[in-house]
């Protein structure tokens, strides 16, 4: 059905194993990588407009119990999250009087859930950055296979002729665009999300004074 | 991460989904791909140099024998159909025994002026006739200009054949014979001719004459350029094509087992398409 001399697909029925492996590789980094993508994508939203939605209604209700019921309806939210942890560890306190013991765990439980928080926030990413930086070599891999293996051939049949090589290059050079269609997305992907994760990092490391001093001064 | 799982199907799922569409879109699109400019070569097989083709038509059928054999007609341009039509019709129709004349014009047609003119004339009076007879043909269309020159190949057969018998009775056998086995040379060297015009589109490509030697066994035993062309690149595209063209089919046993000499134009042309 497909002209193998002509069609993209026809080239690749006929590539090596080699090759043939270099595309599937390829094709799975491609594929978690837009697994990756697509889920940080909503993860990241939701989290910024619910830390954002959060940070709105705690700086109008002073009232700590009133907003740490409400932080419980933001379930991917960093700053609730954080809030959250602060808030359990102060109702923890044996002695709420002694401020200075209370300020120390209450500072140490909002830091621990902000350590835990950026982890979850910048897992899978590395990924992306890998594939990015990886996946153009792993295609040129495959060319530089594949044209070495086209040449072998050439050399078998002792013919230079465009038709003898044109095919086996073609063939070869599969490989490489495979890997840019891999690593493209999949860089842009890391860009934008490092960008999101630095923005919620710094919510996180301006507000969590904030959330402490906030329940530190609960009447 | 259980929702990162349910988006890893997901991606696979786009994947594939997008393979399927980029696989049917070249289906649909396989019927609209554009080709690039190509170049169509004309392979003519010229009447071969007085000795060898002597050799071939002396047995019997010397009324049959084609001067020029039109192997795969290219785009019709003027200048093929001047090649092509000349000694099909016009020679043989009238003066059978004439047409081993223009091999022996074509052997001396490097050194000789007259010659050449000849062979316009020639090639004149066929492109005329065949104007009248036929329908213009297409510039695209080589099947119409193919069933075209089977035809008058056909009819300056039948033609020959029917003067060798009224003149001497020899058979349409012979000629026949060596036509097939010409054409079918000439198709063998056609697929071997590896040519790109586009580098010959400053030089002025013209035709190359050129007749080789065949032994029995088909070996190509000498190659004579009676004329070169301006372009090195297409005498060296020619020569690279009888090479390895070597060995030919063996000789048909009607020839006995004399070497023959089988003469061949190779010209470019319908180089803008």
Known sequence: MLDPKIEVFGLVSDAGPVVLFVLSVLLSFSIVSWAIIAFKFSYLRKSLKESSVFLDYFFDVYNVEKVFTESERYKHGSLPKIFRSGYIEYQALDDKRNIRQAQTRIARAVKREANTENKNLSTLV????????????????????????????????????????????????????????????????????????????????EFSPEFVAALLNEP | MKKFYIWLVVAAATHAIALCAAVFFQIWNAGNIVKPKIVSVTLVSLPAPAGGTQELSDGEGDAEEIPVQVISPPTPSPSVEQKVQKPVVKEPQQKPPQLLSPKIVVEKAPASQPADNQLQKALERMKQLVDQKTPPPQPSSVSTLNSALDKLQQKVKSAGAGNGGGAGGRGVGGGGTSKSYKAAVASIIQQNWEFSGTLLKNSGGTAVYVRINILPDGTISQIIFDRRAVSEYLNNSVKKAIEKSSPLPPLPKEEGSRDVWIGFVFSPEGIER
């Open chain 1, 126 to 205: 590395p990924f992306l950055a890998t594939v990015g930086n990886t996946a153009p070599f792993i295609g040129l891999f495959g060319t530089v296979w594949g044209i070495m293996t086209s040449f072998h051939t050439i050399s078998l049949t002792q013919s230079a002729s465009l038709a003898a090589v044109a095919p086996g290059i073609s063939e070869a050079l599969i490989a490489t665009a495979a890997g840019l269609a891999a690593a493209i997305p999949a860089v842009i992907g890391y860009n934008y999300f490092t960008q999101q994760i630095s923005i919620i990092e710094r919510d996180i490391e």
